[in-house]
């Protein structure tokens, strides 16, 4: 409150409340007179605030006497080219007899000289009518001497004077200020604009610094409103979207030239290559020489709407410095007829003949009366045709800025129009209002005579659409601003930026687009691992371990492969595990299976041998019937070792165990009852009829049979309580699978092994003690010698099996069977084939009884 009584009492009182306060007293207006460097009376006013210069001398002031005026230097032909297009318009709504017909549209336009100091001060005068003095009471009644402001080009000038106007509801519309902070309505809540926040455009650029993949870049910016807002959204959304900023600077072009030199310094000891600029073309003007001096070239610039399309800093650049440089800009615009009226300037010799005079000679290059002058040049004459020379002001390439002045104007207009409730004459005798015609302006919605639509939004902000201009050098040594893509916020989001990428020229007229990253992206089958105390786009590409994979660019994490699957060596896909099992596809396999049929052949063979020798002695010394069954049982055990290969199944894995438990323990049976035979008929003491029927043919089979009934009664119970089954090995290795199966009872399997073992043991007893019984054939010792191998091969077998790992275990199993059928066929067969096929003269009773050899 206390600023906005400052403000009233430095020019006027236009409210009835605050008037009160000084009732007794006029409202003075402390310091100069600021007078208007254009003005044309009309019926209703437009004030217009353009810096005609872009900067002013710096004096140092002791304070001991009334501070000089600001001394403005520079001049600056693109607001002037603002003031001609603000002055088309108005010339055009005069002509119109559509638009407030009957009514004249007057203007007054100052000069800031780019000073916000300056801007706040005009605003006011624009306001109060520049009187030095006015009573409260007339003041309070008489209205703005404008309706409107038109301006500032700048942010920071139009944040100063939306701050000072907005209390008044002073309609302020600017055609250039960018700062997303001026969309802020509880402070700016009369300003509003003709060109898109920076809002949007910040995001545009983030975007667009995303879609080539730049990840690790550098930030510029102009150290105002513009620049520090802008970069500030720019940076925030960058972030989101995965860039990183490695340093970001601001400047001002009035800082010290060591102050450039710091800047250039980070820029060359940086790694990023390419650079976001949020700068005017002010900043530009010096900025280019400095870094031209440096031989600044290599990096790929990305600008704003500020200078990417501006063709006076692209003839500036005579060093390349900014080739290739890409950014957004508004779109392109065509006005018709104020190409041929902006070349008119004499308009502009409307008040201030000082000002126009500096502008003629700036110009044209030439000077008024040189008579006093000591330096010779051209004479102006004040007939120069501007269509005969060439400079930035006859330059149209800020077409769509002009184009935002235009409809700006016109916004006023259509306003005015509006609230004067014109139709072939407007209502003169309205009191217009500040107030009203806000609230007209925030609502309206025309189209201008190009077709284009022009309405504000709730924030005062248009529809915010670019183009995405590139920087290609010709052949005549220009620079040719080049659309290749467009931004429409106004679209879903994917749908936002469209780039036609093929067309682009980069930095050092290179076609290959810059990269600009802190690391490569991490390749498939790696993940990102964050180096230590740097940013998030610093980082190190570590592989996956065993396991896991990674099939996307820049993975943050390694995916666990499924149980069933195992990384492949480039750890950038599952592929599903070898399966382990013994199978007959395998060599093992195959040589298993051979020596179990070549041992099943050779039990076969033994079998034909005995049968077509049944009558002989030996064969009958030896109980032929328990031989035969002895060799079926063996032929049974090399055949049960074929369970064991091939994938596992429910029924292999039950069958497996228990074929090998029974026929094993029919083998061992018939082995022990030979056993028993042999040494009950030379250890009974009563030989004969008696010993006979003891040990008869009926008796050796019942033994066989409980022997192995007892086993078929295990295996029952094992496979009753809890059977083997199929299972997966996922443990024994990591990458490959393990097809066994599991014994389900261990107790079951033990106890199995554990008989097989304890008739072994009595077998091998047995045997043992009837080794040294008189005999020339005493099958005694050869059952022990069998037994001894029996017992070596599966006690050495525990150990192996339990070490084996997967498929092993299984041919360990395999061998010990094999092995142990073959040591009770060869040891207990072999020689007895021998004698019958090679010494018949053996084969007879006298030799069994060994008479021959007691004579």
């Known amino acids: 409150f206390v600023p906005l009584v400052a403000f009233i009492r430095l020019f006027t009182c236009p409210h009835p409340t605050l008037c009160s306060m000084f009732n007794h007293e006029s409202c003075q207006q402390i310091g100069d007179v600021e007078e208007a460097e254009l003005i044309k009376n009309g019926d209703i006013m437009l004030g217009g605030i353009f810096s005609f210069h872009s900067s002013w001398k710096n004096i140092q002031e002791n304070y001991e006497k009334k501070p000089q005026r600001l001394q403005c230097t520079s001049l600056n032909f693109r607001d002037f080219q603002f003031a001609q297009a603000m002055l088309f318009a108005i010339e055009e709504i005069n002509n119109s007899t559509e638009l407030l017909p009957g009514i004249t549209l007057g203007y007054k336009m100052y000069d800031t000289c780019g000073s916000i100091a300056r801007s706040v001060r005009v605003a006011l005068a624009l306001l109060s009518g520049n009187e030095i003095e006015a009573s409260p009471a007339n003041a309070c009644r008489t209205p703005a001497q404008v309706q409107v402001i038109m301006g500032e080009t700048s942010s920071s000038p139009s944040a100063a004077i939306a701050t000072a106007v907005g209390p008044l509801r002073i309609p302020m519309i600017s055609h250039f200020a960018t700062c997303a902070c001026l969309s802020d309505k509880t402070k700016y809540p009369s300003f509003l604009r003709t060109i898109p926040s920076d809002y949007y455009q910040s995001r545009a650029l983030a975007q667009l610094v995303q879609y080539f993949g730049w990840t690790w870049i550098g930030a510029l910016r102009t150290n105002d409103d513009y620049g520090n807002n802008g970069m500030s959204t720019f940076i925030a959304t960058a972030q989101q979207l995965g860039i990183c900023v490695e340093y970001s600077v601001s400047f001002f072009r009035t800082d010290p030239s ?224 080049v659309s290749v893509g467009t931004y429409d916020a106004s679209l879903p989001k994917d749908k936002q930026l469209n780039v036609h990428s093929l067309s682009l020229i980069w930095a050092k007229n290179s076609l290959q687009v810059p990269e600009s990253v802190c690391s490569k992206r991490c390749p498939h089958g790696t993940r990102k691992v964050l180096q230590k105390g740097r940013p998030v786009c610093c980082y190190d590409c570590v592989q996956c371990t065993e396991g896991e994979m990674s099939n996307i660019t820049d993975s943050i994490t390694c995916l666990k492969c499924l149980p069933d699957f195992w990384s492949n060596e480039e750890r950038d896909a599952c592929i599903k595990k070898e399966e382990l099992f013994l199978s007959y596809d395998e060599i093992m396999g195959q040589l298993l299976t051979a020596v179990s049929l070549i041992g099943t052949c050779m039990t076969a063979v033994v079998a034909a041998i005995f049968f077509r020798h049944r009558k002989t002695p030996l064969v009958r010394a030896n109980n032929s019937e328990l031989s035969f069954l002895l060799l079926f049982s063996l032929s049974l055990c090399f055949l049960c070792s074929l369970t064991f290969i091939g994938q596992p199944s429910e029924w292999s894995c039950m069958l497996r165990h228990t074929a090998f438990g029974i026929t094993f323990v029919l083998c061992i049976s018939c082995v022990l009852g030979k056993t028993i035979v042999v040494l009950m008929a030379f250890k009974a003491k009563t030989p004969g009829r008696h010993a006979r029927q003891c040990f008869g043919p009926v008796q050796h089979r019942f033994s066989v049979l409980g022997f192995t009934l007892i086993q078929v009664v295990i295996c029952i119970l094992w496979l009753t309580i809890s059977p083997p089954f199929p299972i997966r090995n996922f443990k024994e290795f990591k990458d490959k699978i393990v097809l066994e199966c599991n014994l389900g009872s261990t107790i079951g399997f033990w106890s199995v092994l554990g008989y097989i073992g304890l008739l072994a043991m009595l077998c091998f007893i047995f045997a043992f003690l009837a080794r040294k019984l008189p005999d020339n054939f005493n099958e005694a010792k050869l059952i022990t010698f069998s037994m001894l191998i029996f017992c070596a091969v599966w006690i050495t077998f525990i150990p192996a099996y339990v070490s084996s790992p997967g498929k092993f275990s299984v041919a360990v199993e395999i061998f010990a069977i094999l092995a142990s059928s073959f040591g009770l066929l060869i040891c207990i067969f072999v020689p007895k084939c021998f004698i019958i096929l090679l010494k018949p003269e053996k084969n007879t009773k006298k030799n069994m009884m060994g008479r021959g050899s007691q004579k």
């Not at 031209?292 to 704003?304: A, C, E, H, M, R």
């Not at 184009?403 to 609230?419: C, P, R, T």
């Not at 529809?463 to 601003?481: G, S």
Request: hydrophobic share 40%; aromatic share 10%; charged share 20%.
């Open 258 to 481: 060591d102050r450039i030199q710091k800047i250039i310094e980070i820029i060359k000891t940086s790694t990023s290559k390419v650079i976001v600029t949020f700068l005017s073309n002010m900043d530009w003007d010096v900025l280019l020489h400095e870094f031209s001096k440096n031989n600044l070239t290599g990096y790929q610039w990305v600008g704003t709407e500020g200078w990417i399309f501006d063709s006076q800093i692209a003839a500036m650049d005579t060093n390349h410095i900014l080739d290739g440089a890409i950014g957004l800009s508004i779109p392109k615009a065509h006005v018709s007829g104020i190409q041929k009226f902006m070349f008119d300037v004499r308009q502009l010799n409307s008040s201030n003949s000082v000002l126009f005079r500096n502008f003629w000679e700036a110009l044209f290059s030439c000077k008024f009366n040189q008579s006093n002058s000591g330096e010779i040049e051209n004479e102006c004459t004040g007939e120069e045709d501007l269509t005969q020379v060439e400079n930035s002001f006859t330059d149209m390439s800020l077409m769509p800025i002009f184009n935002n002045v235009y409809k700006g104007v016109y916004a006023v207009a259509h306003a005015l129009h509006e609230i004067l409730d014109c139709n072939k004459t407007c209502h003169k005798n309205v009191q217009l209002n500040s107030l009203t015609i806000l609230q007209h302006l925030q609502k309206i919605h025309f189209k201008t005579k190009e077709g284009e639509d022009v309405y504000f939004n709730e924030n005062g902000d248009p529809p915010a659409r670019y183009e995405v201009i590139n920087w290609q050098p010709t052949n005549k040594n220009m620079v040719k601003f």
